[in-house]
Every structure is written in structure tokens, then in C-alpha cells.
């Protein structure tokens, strides 16, 4: 097989004809009908597949969060179940304790209705402040705040 480097024609060993090289239109048949419905078509079934698993993915993610919010329920439940128990056993052996020192009932009535309420009054300011600190609109202004430049203060210079 012989090549002329001056132009694009080859020799063909089996009829002994030249025969020139196409580019372009002529070489490439145009596609049909059917092989363009056929492509849109898988194109089409591979995007529904697509929206398929990541529609399945949203729908795992949620019952994880269901059963996340299910669990945290129940263990609050839990927790606050046995908060009370216990507040009620400190309760009860403070008010044993006071009538074991002969105080009259409406003394211990008091003093535990004072005790209870100082410490509801405590309790609330806690998590008054916690909500401050700790809030939803907090958390989103600290994910996407611009980081603050420092400025200069006489014990942190820049040189």
C-alpha cells in the first residue's frame, strides 16, 4: 500500500485503484428518525432513573429523621420521667426529714414550696440564656458570616 504525502489519495491492493479520502458530510451518515427518538428516549429513561434514586435518597433521608426525632423524643420523655421521680424522692425525704424535726406542716409546705420555686425560677433562667446563646438564628448567622477581619489592639500587632 502506497501513500503519496502531497495528497489524500491511497492505493487499493485490492482492485489496484486510487481512491481519495472524503472528510466531512459524505463520510458520516446522518441519523435516522428512529435512532434519534431511540437516544432521546434512553436519554430520557436515564434523567427518570436519576430523579428515581435521588427521590429514594430524600425519602431514606426522612425516615432517618423521623426516627431520629422519635428517638430523641422518647429518650427526652425518659429522662424527664426520671428527673421527676427523683425531684419527687427529694421532695419527700426533705419533707420526712422536716417533720422528723417536729416542724409544723404548713412550715414544710413552705419551705419546699420556697425550695421549689427558687429553683423553677433557676431552672427557667438557665435555659432562658441557653436559647440565647444556643438558637437556630444564631447557628445560621455563624455558618454563613463573613469571618470578621481582626483589628489591631496593642497586644496583637501586625509587623
Known amino acids: 500500500m502506497s501513500v503519496d504525502s502531497d495528497s489524500d489519495t491511497h492505493f487499493d491492493e485490492h482492485d ?7 472528510s466531512g458530510a459524505e463520510d458520516t451518515t446522518d441519523p435516522t428518525l428512529d435512532t434519534i427518538v431511540e437516544l432521546a428516549t434512553d436519554a430520557f429513561q436515564a434523567k427518570q432513573y436519576e430523579w428515581f434514586v435521588k427521590w429514594q435518597w430524600v425519602k431514606a ?13 422518647l429518650a427526652t420523655l425518659a429522662a424527664f420521667t426520671l428527673a421527676c ?3 419527687l424522692l ?25 425550695l421549689n420555686a427558687s ?15 444556643v438558637s437556630l438564628s444564631g447557628m445560621i448567622e455563624a455558618a454563613f458570616a463573613k469571618p470578621q477581619p481582626q483589628q489591631k489592639t496593642k497586644d496583637n500587632r501586625h509587623d
Request: glycine share 10%.
Open 16 to 22: 489496484g485503484t486510487e481512491k481519495s479520502e472524503v
Open 61 to 73: 433521608e426522612a425516615r432517618l429523621v423521623r426516627k431520629s426525632i422519635l428517638v430523641t423524643a
Open 119 to 133: 429553683l423553677c425560677w433557676l431552672a427557667w433562667q438557665t435555659a432562658k440564656g441557653a436559647l440565647e446563646k
Open 85 to 87: 421521680c427523683c425531684w
Open 90 to 114: 427529694i421532695n419527700a425525704g426533705l419533707a420526712a426529714g422536716l417533720h422528723s424535726l417536729t416542724m409544723p406542716i404548713a412550715g414544710i409546705v413552705g419551705v419546699l414550696l420556697v
